[in-house]
């Protein structure tokens, strides 16, 4: 810090002082007169040099008092503004170098992004294709479902119509000449009723039989049998009608042939007539009844026969569905003799509970190590390794790895491929009789010392740490030893 200096009052001073001197001079040289007027010019002069001189020298040091206190003062704040604008001036080259580095990790993000997008529309396409094909194959597989369910329905509505035609028929045969008939005048009006109801029956199986065809949804099967039992259970109740209808009829030729056989008693008819007439209507009666036995149980058959043919149907499809279940999972290697085909059996079972389907496509084994490569098309959404490399320590744990299972996608290859640490790679052996092997085309140290007497260059070369180093070492040792020094290796 400079001091305050009155340099002007310096000059009034020196000044004054000059005018003294002079004065003085004066004084012993001027006439007796002129010494009083010389006298009082030395001492005003002497008095204002003086005063001049305390009073710049007072004005200096209050200046001076003044100046250091202001300083003082301004000294701590501006020490603290420096120390504010060095930290500030430190910040702005951090945030500066900070704002280099994010703008080259953004240009890197970037450049990322455009292969990371540039991937998507790649696996965009890759998962359309698929799509497509999946989308085609289970159409296929709807397709042959449908023309299943339909030649089904066709051929049970064929096979029922048929039943109930012949049926039907046969009854209003049947019942058509029993009505012509003189036998059966006693129950006329029922077989009349009995015949008039065969037609409203008829066309309510009929009906039936249209709803086979429209039936839609996961129960047509089902619904069909229901139908096909429907029906077959009212025809079986229908011949049951018949037959107790024919029973009555039977009933009251009973009735009259007894009170024929009382009155004929009367009137000395041969009881022998009577018991074969009776044993022919007894006999024509079991035929009736045998004959309406048979084709019950030939329907029974029939029904059994279809229930048979409808149960291999399901049998079918169930094993179908199964077998389309088993093509829905993961591929695997089948025979995983390997560590890293075990491996690889474990991963593509692991993510598959988790929902996530691999399917396996190579291996590149190494004994050691093994790098497998799966492929991820097949899932419903983009798989990315960073998803599957959240498991690589469970992963670990479960196929007792050495280091944890990294992924990495492969996009020229649109593979994601497992990189996988088996085994620690063994330390190479010399064994000894390698050794003693090479030790026969060893030359003496002679014969070393020789060649490098007569040679111009020599040179070894070897891999990194196969020990170079100690080898000239030991043959410039042993070349000083021959020449008779001492070396220190």
């Keep these: 810090m400079n001091k305050i200096n009155f340099a002007n009052s310096k000059l009034i001073t020196i000044a004054s002082g000059l005018i003294c001197g002079v004065a003085l001079i ?3 040289r001027a006439d007796s007169s002129a010494k009083g007027l010389v006298l009082n010019v030395a001492l005003s002069s002497g008095a204002i040099a003086a005063t001049a001189h305390l009073l710049t020298k007072h004005h200096s040091e209050c200046g001076n008092q ?7 003062k301004i000294t701590k704040p501006l020490q603290q503004l420096e120390s504010e604008n060095k930290q500030k001036d430190s910040t702005l080259v951090e945030l500066r170098q900070l704002y280099g580095e ?3 990790e953004l240009e890197k993000i970037r450049s990322e992004l455009q292969s990371t997008r540039e991937v998507i529309r790649v696996l965009k396409i890759q998962f359309a294709s698929k799509t497509e094909e999946l989308d085609a194959k289970l159409k296929a597989e709807d397709t042959r479902v449908q023309e299943f369910l339909s ?3 066709q051929q049970l509505t064929e096979d029922i ?3 109930i035609h012949r049926v039907y028929n046969q009854l209003a045969e049947t019942v058509k000449s029993k009505i012509g008939s003189d036998d059966y005048l006693s129950i006329h009006a029922q077989l009349q009723n009995f015949s008039s109801k065969l037609d409203g029956l008829y066309a309510k199986h009929s009906d039936l039989l249209l709803e086979i065809p429209d ?3 996961d129960d047509i099967i089902t619904l069909s049998i229901n139908i096909y039992s429907q029906i077959c259970d009212e025809i079986s109740a229908l011949r049951v009608r018949w037959r107790n209808l024919l029973n009555i009829h039977e009933r009251r030729d009973m009735k009259d042939a007894y009170e024929i056989l009382g009155h004929v008693s009367k009137t000395h008819t041969p009881i022998s007539k009577a018991q074969e007439l009776l044993k022919e209507q007894a006999s024509y ?9 048979g084709k019950s149980m030939e329907n029974d058959q029939s029904l059994e026969e279809l229930k048979n043919q409808v149960q291999d149907l399901l049998n079918q499809i169930e094993a179908k569905n199964l077998l389309i279940a088993e093509l829905k999972k993961p591929l695997k290697w089948t025979c995983a003799t390997r560590d890293d085909l075990r491996v690889g059996n474990v991963i593509i079972s692991y993510f598959e509970s988790l929902g996530i389907v691999l399917d396996r496509a190579s291996s590149d084994y190494q004994k050691w190590d093994a790098v497998l490569s799966f492929h991820v098309d097949r899932n419903s959404r983009v798989i990315v390794a960073t998803e599957l490399n959240e498991h690589s320590e469970k992963l670990q744990q479960l196929s007792h790895t050495l280091a944890p299972i990294t992924f990495k996608w492969d996009a020229e290859a649109g593979l994601m491929k497992a990189y996988l640490l088996l085994s620690k790679k063994p330390q190479k052996t010399l064994e000894e009789e390698v050794i003693s092997d090479v030790l026969k085309f060893i030359k003496p140290r002679e014969a070393l010392i020789e060649f490098v007497k007569n040679a111009y260059h020599v040179g070894m070369w070897a891999e990194t740490g196969s020990g170079k180093s100690t080898a000239i070492s030991n043959v410039i040792g042993g070349m000083i030893q021959e020449l008779g020094g001492a070396p220190t290796i």
């Design 66 to 72: 003044q100046l250091k206190e202001i300083v003082e």
């Design 285 to 293: 009666q079991r035929r009736q009844l045998e004959a309406i036995y």
């Design 151 to 153: 030649k089904f329905k």
């Design 161 to 163: 119509s048929s039943r």
């Design 102 to 104: 994010r703008t080259n």
């Design 26 to 28: 004066s004084y012993f």
């Design 215 to 217: 039936l839609e949804g």
